[in-house]
Protein backbone atom coordinates (compact mmCIF):
# COMPACT_ATOMS: atom_id res chain seq x y z
CA UNK A 1 0.00 0.00 0.00
CA UNK A 2 1.56 3.32 -1.04
CA UNK A 3 1.77 5.80 1.79
CA UNK A 4 4.21 8.37 0.86
CA UNK A 5 5.60 9.82 -2.86
CA UNK A 6 9.02 10.98 -3.95
CA UNK A 7 9.37 13.35 -6.70
CA UNK A 8 12.35 14.30 -8.95
CA UNK A 9 12.20 18.10 -9.98
CA UNK A 10 14.40 18.94 -13.53
CA UNK A 11 13.15 16.81 -15.72
CA UNK A 12 9.39 15.89 -14.19
CA UNK A 13 7.99 19.26 -12.96
CA UNK A 14 10.12 21.39 -15.00
CA UNK A 15 12.37 22.00 -17.62
CA UNK A 16 14.91 25.01 -17.92
CA UNK A 17 12.47 27.54 -16.81
CA UNK A 18 8.67 25.44 -17.63
CA UNK A 19 6.93 24.25 -15.67
CA UNK A 20 5.98 20.62 -18.30
CA UNK A 21 2.29 20.13 -19.12
CA UNK A 22 0.08 18.97 -16.45
CA UNK A 23 2.63 19.05 -13.76
CA UNK A 24 1.39 21.35 -11.07
CA UNK A 25 -2.06 19.78 -11.42
CA UNK A 26 -0.73 16.40 -10.92
CA UNK A 27 0.70 17.47 -8.03
CA UNK A 28 -2.21 18.47 -6.49
CA UNK A 29 -4.23 15.68 -7.31
CA UNK A 30 -1.89 13.97 -4.81
CA UNK A 31 -2.44 16.52 -2.52
CA UNK A 32 -5.82 15.96 -2.61
CA UNK A 33 -5.98 12.08 -2.22
CA UNK A 34 -4.22 13.13 0.83
CA UNK A 35 -0.74 11.47 -0.03
CA UNK A 36 2.20 13.00 1.68
CA UNK A 37 5.31 13.93 -0.52
CA UNK A 38 8.70 15.04 -0.62
CA UNK A 39 10.84 16.16 -3.90
CA UNK A 40 14.18 14.92 -3.61
CA UNK A 41 16.06 16.76 -6.14
CA UNK A 42 20.04 16.14 -6.80
CA UNK A 43 20.15 19.93 -8.87
CA UNK A 44 22.96 21.40 -6.66
CA UNK A 45 23.23 24.72 -8.47
CA UNK A 46 20.90 26.69 -5.77
CA UNK A 47 20.30 26.68 -2.09
CA UNK A 48 17.39 25.13 -0.53
CA UNK A 49 15.91 28.55 0.03
CA UNK A 50 16.25 29.69 -4.11
CA UNK A 51 15.06 26.34 -4.93
CA UNK A 52 11.46 27.40 -3.14
CA UNK A 53 11.55 30.62 -4.44
CA UNK A 54 11.52 29.76 -7.92
CA UNK A 55 9.35 26.89 -7.45
CA UNK A 56 6.91 29.15 -6.20
CA UNK A 57 7.67 31.41 -9.40
CA UNK A 58 6.63 28.46 -11.40
CA UNK A 59 3.57 27.94 -9.75
CA UNK A 60 4.25 25.29 -7.08
CA UNK A 61 3.98 26.14 -3.63
CA UNK A 62 5.54 23.66 -1.34
CA UNK A 63 6.86 23.79 2.25
CA UNK A 64 10.64 23.51 3.26
CA UNK A 65 9.69 20.20 4.97
CA UNK A 66 8.29 18.97 1.60
CA UNK A 67 11.88 19.34 -0.16
CA UNK A 68 15.33 17.82 0.05
CA UNK A 69 18.50 18.58 -1.23
CA UNK A 70 21.69 17.15 -1.28
CA UNK A 71 23.17 20.70 0.21
CA UNK A 72 21.25 20.04 3.75
CA UNK A 73 22.53 16.72 3.62
CA UNK A 74 25.82 17.70 3.35
CA UNK A 75 25.80 20.79 5.67
CA UNK A 76 24.08 17.64 8.08
CA UNK A 77 27.44 15.81 7.18
CA UNK A 78 30.11 18.28 7.95
CA UNK A 79 28.23 19.01 11.20
CA UNK A 80 28.19 15.40 12.40
CA UNK A 81 31.91 14.58 11.59
CA UNK A 82 33.39 17.90 12.58
CA UNK A 83 34.14 19.19 9.27
CA UNK A 84 34.89 22.03 7.10
CA UNK A 85 34.35 22.04 3.67
CA UNK A 86 36.64 22.37 0.77
CA UNK A 87 34.01 23.65 -1.81
CA UNK A 88 33.97 22.37 -5.67
CA UNK A 89 30.91 23.44 -5.90
CA UNK A 90 28.21 26.45 -7.72
CA UNK A 91 28.84 29.92 -6.39
CA UNK A 92 25.19 30.12 -5.72
CA UNK A 93 25.73 27.15 -2.93
CA UNK A 94 28.28 28.35 -0.69
CA UNK A 95 25.72 29.99 1.20
CA UNK A 96 24.87 26.44 2.52
CA UNK A 97 28.30 26.11 4.20
CA UNK A 98 28.62 29.76 6.62
CA UNK A 99 30.12 28.71 9.87
CA UNK A 100 31.39 25.64 9.12
CA UNK A 101 35.28 27.04 9.32
CA UNK A 102 38.01 25.90 11.34
CA UNK A 103 36.99 22.88 12.81
CA UNK A 104 39.01 19.69 13.05
CA UNK A 105 39.18 18.00 9.79
CA UNK A 106 38.40 18.88 6.27
CA UNK A 107 36.13 17.37 3.51
CA UNK A 108 36.29 18.01 -0.38
CA UNK A 109 32.81 18.68 -0.99
CA UNK A 110 32.20 17.99 -4.72
CA UNK A 111 28.46 19.39 -6.24
CA UNK A 112 27.52 20.57 -9.92
CA UNK A 113 30.01 23.82 -9.90
CA UNK A 114 29.42 24.25 -13.54
CA UNK A 115 31.84 26.48 -14.95
CA UNK A 116 33.85 26.73 -11.95
CA UNK A 117 34.60 23.41 -12.72
CA UNK A 118 38.49 24.26 -13.89
CA UNK A 119 41.43 22.58 -13.54
CA UNK A 120 42.89 24.63 -10.70
CA UNK A 121 39.41 24.65 -8.58
CA UNK A 122 39.52 20.84 -9.52
CA UNK A 123 43.64 20.71 -8.54
CA UNK A 124 43.13 22.66 -5.72
CA UNK A 125 40.45 19.74 -4.28
CA UNK A 126 42.63 17.04 -5.37
CA UNK A 127 45.43 18.69 -3.41
CA UNK A 128 43.21 18.26 -0.29
CA UNK A 129 42.35 15.06 -0.84
CA UNK A 130 46.17 14.17 -1.00
CA UNK A 131 46.26 16.07 2.51
CA UNK A 132 43.99 13.81 4.01
CA UNK A 133 40.36 15.17 3.52
CA UNK A 134 37.28 13.31 3.03
CA UNK A 135 35.16 12.97 -0.46
CA UNK A 136 32.03 13.87 -0.55
CA UNK A 137 29.72 13.95 -3.13
CA UNK A 138 26.41 16.19 -3.02
CA UNK A 139 25.32 13.68 -6.19
CA UNK A 140 27.17 11.24 -8.58
CA UNK A 141 25.03 11.98 -11.87
CA UNK A 142 26.55 11.31 -15.18
CA UNK A 143 24.75 13.61 -17.38
CA UNK A 144 21.94 16.47 -17.33
CA UNK A 145 19.88 18.13 -19.44
CA UNK A 146 20.53 21.10 -20.19
CA UNK A 147 19.10 24.73 -20.94
CA UNK A 148 19.76 24.20 -24.34
CA UNK A 149 18.02 20.41 -24.10
CA UNK A 150 21.66 18.73 -24.86
CA UNK A 151 22.77 16.41 -22.41
CA UNK A 152 26.08 17.75 -20.52
CA UNK A 153 28.37 16.21 -18.16
CA UNK A 154 27.02 16.27 -14.49
CA UNK A 155 28.79 16.41 -11.19
CA UNK A 156 29.26 12.47 -10.96
CA UNK A 157 31.77 12.90 -13.81
CA UNK A 158 34.20 14.92 -11.81
CA UNK A 159 33.91 12.58 -8.39
CA UNK A 160 34.80 10.09 -10.46
CA UNK A 161 37.63 11.79 -12.04
CA UNK A 162 39.11 12.56 -7.72
CA UNK A 163 37.77 9.29 -6.91
CA UNK A 164 40.58 7.81 -10.02
CA UNK A 165 42.99 10.27 -8.93
CA UNK A 166 43.17 9.34 -5.39
CA UNK A 167 41.97 6.11 -5.30
CA UNK A 168 39.29 5.41 -3.05
CA UNK A 169 35.50 6.31 -3.15
CA UNK A 170 33.44 9.43 -2.01
CA UNK A 171 30.94 9.22 0.11
CA UNK A 172 27.92 10.29 -2.28
CA UNK A 173 25.29 11.91 -0.31
CA UNK A 174 22.10 12.99 -2.79
CA UNK A 175 20.40 10.04 -5.17
CA UNK A 176 20.88 6.94 -5.15
CA UNK A 177 22.26 7.59 -1.75
CA UNK A 178 20.24 5.07 0.34
CA UNK A 179 20.22 7.18 3.18
CA UNK A 180 18.89 10.26 1.15
CA UNK A 181 15.76 8.14 -0.30
CA UNK A 182 15.12 6.97 3.76
CA UNK A 183 15.23 9.81 5.41
CA UNK A 184 12.87 11.81 2.90
CA UNK A 185 10.49 8.34 3.98
CA UNK A 186 11.06 8.59 7.24
CA UNK A 187 10.41 12.61 7.40
CA UNK A 188 6.67 11.57 6.81
CA UNK A 189 6.45 8.40 8.36
CA UNK A 190 6.31 6.04 5.35
CA UNK A 191 8.66 2.81 5.47
CA UNK A 192 10.56 2.27 2.17
CA UNK A 193 8.49 -0.57 1.09
CA UNK A 194 5.67 1.71 0.79
CA UNK A 195 6.96 4.34 -1.09
CA UNK A 196 7.13 5.12 -4.68
CA UNK A 197 9.62 7.07 -6.28
CA UNK A 198 9.28 8.97 -9.78
CA UNK A 199 12.34 10.01 -11.72
CA UNK A 200 13.69 11.00 -14.96
CA UNK A 201 16.86 9.59 -14.78
CA UNK A 202 16.81 5.44 -14.50
CA UNK A 203 20.00 5.32 -12.84
CA UNK A 204 19.95 7.67 -9.89
CA UNK A 205 16.35 7.83 -9.38
CA UNK A 206 14.80 5.08 -10.37
CA UNK A 207 17.45 1.84 -9.93
CA UNK A 208 18.62 3.41 -7.07
CA UNK A 209 15.36 3.99 -5.10
CA UNK A 210 14.75 -0.07 -6.33
CA UNK A 211 18.23 -0.63 -4.58
CA UNK A 212 17.77 1.26 -1.43
CA UNK A 213 14.48 -0.91 -0.61
CA UNK A 214 12.14 1.47 -2.36
CA UNK A 215 8.72 -0.16 -2.75
CA UNK A 216 8.04 1.10 -6.54
CA UNK A 217 9.66 3.47 -8.98
CA UNK A 218 8.67 5.21 -12.12
CA UNK A 219 10.41 6.12 -14.99
CA UNK A 220 9.04 9.21 -16.41
CA UNK A 221 10.02 9.40 -20.46
CA UNK A 222 10.52 13.60 -20.28
CA UNK A 223 13.40 15.28 -19.36
CA UNK A 224 16.48 13.53 -19.60
CA UNK A 225 14.90 10.48 -20.29
CA UNK A 226 16.72 8.19 -23.71
CA UNK A 227 15.18 5.59 -25.58
CA UNK A 228 16.12 2.40 -23.91
CA UNK A 229 16.78 4.04 -20.90
CA UNK A 230 14.83 1.82 -18.91
CA UNK A 231 16.78 -1.85 -19.44
CA UNK A 232 20.25 0.30 -19.28
CA UNK A 233 20.12 -0.08 -15.57
CA UNK A 234 19.53 -2.75 -12.61
CA UNK A 235 17.01 -2.82 -11.53
CA UNK A 236 14.62 -1.72 -14.05
CA UNK A 237 11.25 0.73 -13.41
CA UNK A 238 8.65 -0.81 -11.91
CA UNK A 239 6.65 1.37 -14.62
CA UNK A 240 7.66 3.27 -17.74
CA UNK A 241 5.03 6.02 -17.96
CA UNK A 242 4.86 9.40 -20.31
CA UNK A 243 4.86 12.01 -17.42
CA UNK A 244 4.23 13.10 -14.26
CA UNK A 245 0.69 13.02 -15.27
CA UNK A 246 0.84 9.29 -16.56
CA UNK A 247 2.69 8.82 -13.08
CA UNK A 248 0.36 9.76 -10.87
CA UNK A 249 -2.61 7.94 -12.70
CA UNK A 250 -0.50 5.03 -12.01
CA UNK A 251 -0.05 5.93 -8.11
CA UNK A 252 -3.90 6.90 -7.64
CA UNK A 253 -5.16 3.57 -9.05
CA UNK A 254 -2.80 1.30 -6.71
CA UNK A 255 -4.91 3.07 -4.20
CA UNK A 256 -8.12 1.98 -5.16
CA UNK B 1 69.72 -11.04 -20.76
CA UNK B 2 68.70 -7.52 -21.00
CA UNK B 3 68.93 -6.08 -24.56
CA UNK B 4 67.27 -2.99 -24.59
CA UNK B 5 66.27 -0.18 -22.30
CA UNK B 6 63.21 2.33 -21.84
CA UNK B 7 63.67 5.02 -19.79
CA UNK B 8 60.76 7.77 -18.59
CA UNK B 9 61.65 11.12 -19.07
CA UNK B 10 59.96 13.41 -16.33
CA UNK B 11 60.70 12.55 -12.44
CA UNK B 12 63.53 10.51 -13.89
CA UNK B 13 65.89 12.32 -16.17
CA UNK B 14 64.47 15.75 -15.41
CA UNK B 15 62.41 17.43 -13.44
CA UNK B 16 60.94 20.95 -13.93
CA UNK B 17 63.60 22.81 -15.76
CA UNK B 18 66.67 21.15 -14.82
CA UNK B 19 68.59 17.84 -14.91
CA UNK B 20 68.49 15.64 -12.47
CA UNK B 21 71.91 15.04 -10.72
CA UNK B 22 73.83 12.23 -12.73
CA UNK B 23 70.77 11.75 -15.54
CA UNK B 24 73.11 12.68 -18.67
CA UNK B 25 76.06 10.69 -17.29
CA UNK B 26 73.50 7.81 -16.28
CA UNK B 27 72.48 7.91 -20.08
CA UNK B 28 75.87 7.92 -21.59
CA UNK B 29 76.96 5.04 -19.68
CA UNK B 30 73.92 2.75 -21.57
CA UNK B 31 75.14 4.08 -24.51
CA UNK B 32 78.63 3.43 -23.81
CA UNK B 33 77.88 0.14 -22.85
CA UNK B 34 76.44 -0.49 -26.22
CA UNK B 35 72.91 -0.86 -24.93
CA UNK B 36 70.08 0.54 -27.05
CA UNK B 37 67.77 2.22 -25.72
CA UNK B 38 64.22 4.22 -26.14
CA UNK B 39 62.76 7.24 -23.93
CA UNK B 40 59.00 6.14 -23.53
CA UNK B 41 56.97 9.44 -21.74
CA UNK B 42 53.44 10.19 -21.39
CA UNK B 43 54.26 13.98 -22.01
CA UNK B 44 51.38 15.11 -23.41
CA UNK B 45 51.94 19.40 -23.38
CA UNK B 46 54.38 19.01 -25.95
CA UNK B 47 54.82 17.83 -29.89
CA UNK B 48 57.58 15.21 -30.18
CA UNK B 49 59.62 18.31 -32.04
CA UNK B 50 59.35 20.20 -29.53
CA UNK B 51 60.25 17.70 -26.83
CA UNK B 52 63.63 16.92 -28.75
CA UNK B 53 64.70 20.55 -28.75
CA UNK B 54 64.18 21.06 -25.04
CA UNK B 55 66.12 17.66 -24.35
CA UNK B 56 68.32 18.96 -26.67
CA UNK B 57 68.78 22.67 -24.48
CA UNK B 58 68.82 20.26 -21.67
CA UNK B 59 72.22 18.59 -22.43
CA UNK B 60 70.43 15.57 -23.32
CA UNK B 61 71.05 14.90 -27.34
CA UNK B 62 69.13 11.66 -28.87
CA UNK B 63 67.29 10.94 -32.40
CA UNK B 64 63.79 11.07 -33.37
CA UNK B 65 63.67 7.36 -33.48
CA UNK B 66 64.85 7.41 -29.65
CA UNK B 67 61.87 9.10 -28.79
CA UNK B 68 58.28 7.69 -28.21
CA UNK B 69 55.33 9.98 -27.45
CA UNK B 70 51.50 9.10 -26.77
CA UNK B 71 50.72 11.80 -29.96
CA UNK B 72 52.43 9.84 -32.02
CA UNK B 73 50.97 6.69 -31.39
CA UNK B 74 47.55 8.96 -31.41
CA UNK B 75 48.66 9.82 -34.73
CA UNK B 76 48.74 6.71 -35.90
CA UNK B 77 45.68 5.35 -34.34
CA UNK B 78 43.66 7.83 -35.82
CA UNK B 79 45.15 7.61 -39.71
CA UNK B 80 44.69 3.98 -38.70
CA UNK B 81 40.96 4.24 -37.76
CA UNK B 82 40.44 6.87 -40.65
CA UNK B 83 39.01 8.78 -37.88
CA UNK B 84 39.10 13.04 -37.35
CA UNK B 85 40.11 13.81 -33.87
CA UNK B 86 37.95 16.27 -31.54
CA UNK B 87 40.67 17.17 -29.38
CA UNK B 88 41.03 17.94 -25.75
CA UNK B 89 44.59 18.33 -25.51
CA UNK B 90 46.88 21.06 -24.74
CA UNK B 91 47.04 23.79 -27.51
CA UNK B 92 50.79 23.02 -27.97
CA UNK B 93 49.82 19.27 -28.86
CA UNK B 94 47.11 20.85 -31.85
CA UNK B 95 50.23 20.34 -34.12
CA UNK B 96 50.31 16.65 -34.13
CA UNK B 97 46.97 16.36 -35.60
CA UNK B 98 47.05 18.92 -38.65
CA UNK B 99 45.39 16.95 -41.71
CA UNK B 100 43.23 14.82 -40.00
CA UNK B 101 39.61 16.58 -40.72
CA UNK B 102 36.81 15.19 -42.69
CA UNK B 103 37.62 11.80 -42.06
CA UNK B 104 34.57 9.21 -41.72
CA UNK B 105 34.27 9.19 -38.22
CA UNK B 106 35.07 11.15 -34.83
CA UNK B 107 37.70 10.14 -31.79
CA UNK B 108 37.71 12.41 -28.78
CA UNK B 109 41.49 12.36 -27.44
CA UNK B 110 42.17 13.02 -24.16
CA UNK B 111 45.63 14.03 -22.90
CA UNK B 112 47.20 16.94 -20.35
CA UNK B 113 45.27 19.71 -21.35
CA UNK B 114 46.04 22.00 -18.18
CA UNK B 115 44.24 24.62 -18.33
CA UNK B 116 42.15 23.78 -21.07
CA UNK B 117 40.19 21.57 -18.84
CA UNK B 118 37.41 24.10 -18.65
CA UNK B 119 33.87 22.99 -18.13
CA UNK B 120 32.83 24.00 -21.54
CA UNK B 121 35.44 21.77 -22.91
CA UNK B 122 35.24 18.52 -21.06
CA UNK B 123 31.89 19.06 -21.74
CA UNK B 124 32.47 19.81 -25.79
CA UNK B 125 34.39 16.06 -25.76
CA UNK B 126 31.23 14.47 -23.76
CA UNK B 127 28.57 16.00 -26.30
CA UNK B 128 30.78 13.93 -29.14
CA UNK B 129 30.94 10.91 -27.28
CA UNK B 130 26.89 11.14 -26.91
CA UNK B 131 27.27 11.85 -30.52
CA UNK B 132 28.73 8.68 -31.13
CA UNK B 133 32.88 9.09 -31.63
CA UNK B 134 35.53 7.01 -30.28
CA UNK B 135 37.27 8.00 -26.80
CA UNK B 136 41.47 7.66 -26.96
CA UNK B 137 43.83 8.45 -24.44
CA UNK B 138 47.18 9.36 -24.58
CA UNK B 139 47.96 8.80 -21.14
CA UNK B 140 45.63 7.43 -18.18
CA UNK B 141 48.07 8.89 -15.38
CA UNK B 142 46.47 10.05 -12.16
CA UNK B 143 49.50 12.35 -11.02
CA UNK B 144 52.15 14.17 -12.21
CA UNK B 145 54.47 16.58 -10.08
CA UNK B 146 53.93 20.00 -10.89
CA UNK B 147 56.47 22.90 -11.60
CA UNK B 148 55.50 24.05 -7.60
CA UNK B 149 56.61 20.60 -6.26
CA UNK B 150 53.32 19.01 -5.27
CA UNK B 151 51.09 16.39 -7.10
CA UNK B 152 48.61 17.52 -9.36
CA UNK B 153 45.99 15.90 -11.14
CA UNK B 154 46.80 14.45 -14.77
CA UNK B 155 44.56 13.34 -17.77
CA UNK B 156 43.91 10.42 -16.94
CA UNK B 157 41.26 11.48 -13.95
CA UNK B 158 39.66 13.47 -17.15
CA UNK B 159 39.13 10.44 -19.13
CA UNK B 160 37.86 8.88 -15.82
CA UNK B 161 35.49 11.44 -16.20
CA UNK B 162 34.47 10.66 -19.28
CA UNK B 163 34.56 7.42 -19.26
CA UNK B 164 32.05 7.13 -16.08
CA UNK B 165 29.93 9.63 -17.61
CA UNK B 166 29.21 7.57 -21.15
CA UNK B 167 29.84 4.20 -19.32
CA UNK B 168 32.74 2.56 -21.20
CA UNK B 169 36.62 2.65 -21.39
CA UNK B 170 38.80 4.94 -23.37
CA UNK B 171 41.36 3.31 -25.62
CA UNK B 172 44.95 4.24 -23.90
CA UNK B 173 47.49 4.78 -25.83
CA UNK B 174 50.64 5.69 -23.86
CA UNK B 175 51.87 4.09 -21.11
CA UNK B 176 50.79 1.74 -19.15
CA UNK B 177 49.87 0.09 -22.51
CA UNK B 178 51.17 -3.11 -23.53
CA UNK B 179 50.98 -2.00 -27.32
CA UNK B 180 53.08 1.12 -26.55
CA UNK B 181 55.68 -0.74 -24.43
CA UNK B 182 56.36 -3.58 -27.33
CA UNK B 183 56.22 -0.87 -30.26
CA UNK B 184 59.07 0.93 -28.28
CA UNK B 185 60.77 -2.65 -27.36
CA UNK B 186 60.15 -4.10 -31.26
CA UNK B 187 62.27 -0.77 -32.71
CA UNK B 188 65.34 -1.56 -31.10
CA UNK B 189 64.82 -5.63 -31.99
CA UNK B 190 64.38 -6.27 -28.15
CA UNK B 191 61.93 -9.10 -27.12
CA UNK B 192 59.56 -8.19 -24.37
CA UNK B 193 61.21 -10.56 -22.13
CA UNK B 194 64.96 -8.67 -22.86
CA UNK B 195 63.58 -5.59 -21.84
CA UNK B 196 64.07 -3.65 -18.79
CA UNK B 197 62.28 -0.22 -17.82
CA UNK B 198 62.96 2.58 -15.40
CA UNK B 199 60.23 5.06 -14.33
CA UNK B 200 58.90 7.33 -11.61
CA UNK B 201 55.40 5.59 -11.84
CA UNK B 202 54.65 3.14 -9.92
CA UNK B 203 51.49 2.23 -11.24
CA UNK B 204 52.15 3.10 -15.46
CA UNK B 205 55.83 2.88 -15.54
CA UNK B 206 56.38 0.24 -13.36
CA UNK B 207 53.58 -2.03 -12.95
CA UNK B 208 52.70 -1.45 -16.58
CA UNK B 209 55.61 -2.49 -18.28
CA UNK B 210 55.61 -5.92 -16.08
CA UNK B 211 51.96 -6.54 -17.06
CA UNK B 212 53.38 -5.84 -20.75
CA UNK B 213 55.35 -8.81 -20.56
CA UNK B 214 58.53 -6.54 -19.77
CA UNK B 215 61.45 -8.74 -18.39
CA UNK B 216 61.85 -6.48 -15.61
CA UNK B 217 61.21 -2.74 -14.35
CA UNK B 218 62.53 -0.73 -11.73
CA UNK B 219 61.18 2.19 -9.96
CA UNK B 220 63.11 5.07 -9.04
CA UNK B 221 62.49 7.69 -6.08
CA UNK B 222 62.78 10.82 -7.49
CA UNK B 223 60.33 12.61 -9.80
CA UNK B 224 56.25 11.90 -8.50
CA UNK B 225 57.76 9.03 -6.30
CA UNK B 226 55.77 8.84 -2.57
CA UNK B 227 56.65 6.86 0.18
CA UNK B 228 55.11 3.39 -0.06
CA UNK B 229 54.57 3.50 -3.55
CA UNK B 230 56.34 0.70 -3.95
CA UNK B 231 53.74 -1.72 -2.86
CA UNK B 232 51.15 0.04 -3.73
CA UNK B 233 50.26 -1.99 -7.18
CA UNK B 234 50.73 -5.37 -8.60
CA UNK B 235 53.25 -6.59 -9.94
CA UNK B 236 55.29 -4.86 -7.55
CA UNK B 237 59.11 -3.72 -8.78
CA UNK B 238 61.46 -5.51 -9.78
CA UNK B 239 63.89 -3.31 -7.65
CA UNK B 240 63.48 -0.06 -6.09
CA UNK B 241 66.55 2.37 -6.28
CA UNK B 242 67.27 6.03 -5.68
CA UNK B 243 67.74 7.34 -9.03
CA UNK B 244 68.58 6.82 -12.65
CA UNK B 245 71.94 6.91 -11.84
CA UNK B 246 71.91 3.68 -9.36
CA UNK B 247 68.88 2.27 -11.54
CA UNK B 248 71.83 2.11 -14.06
CA UNK B 249 74.18 0.68 -12.36
CA UNK B 250 71.96 -2.07 -11.54
CA UNK B 251 71.16 -2.45 -15.48
CA UNK B 252 75.00 -2.67 -15.97
CA UNK B 253 75.47 -5.35 -13.05
CA UNK B 254 72.80 -7.74 -15.10
CA UNK B 255 75.55 -7.62 -17.75
CA UNK B 256 78.29 -8.38 -16.83
Known amino acids: MISGV ?16 GAIDAV ?10 RFVTNTTTKTKQALLTR ?28 ASPVLLVHPNLEGEFQGTAGRTKDAVVVGDAGKAFTYENIN ?25 GKLSLDAGAFVAALEYAIGKEAAVL ?13 SMDCTPQDGVMVGDDA ?22 YRDG ?14 NLPAAVQWVLAQLS
Open 55 to 82: LSGLGLEITGDELFTPGQAARAWLDAHD
Open 174 to 186: GKPSAAFFESALA
Open 6 to 21: LLDLAGVVYEGDHVLP
Open 124 to 148: HAFRALVDGAELVALAKNRTFKADD
Open 203 to 224: EADVAGALKAGVGSALLVRTGK
Open 28 to 37: ARLHAAGLPL
Open 229 to 242: DETRFEPHPTETVA
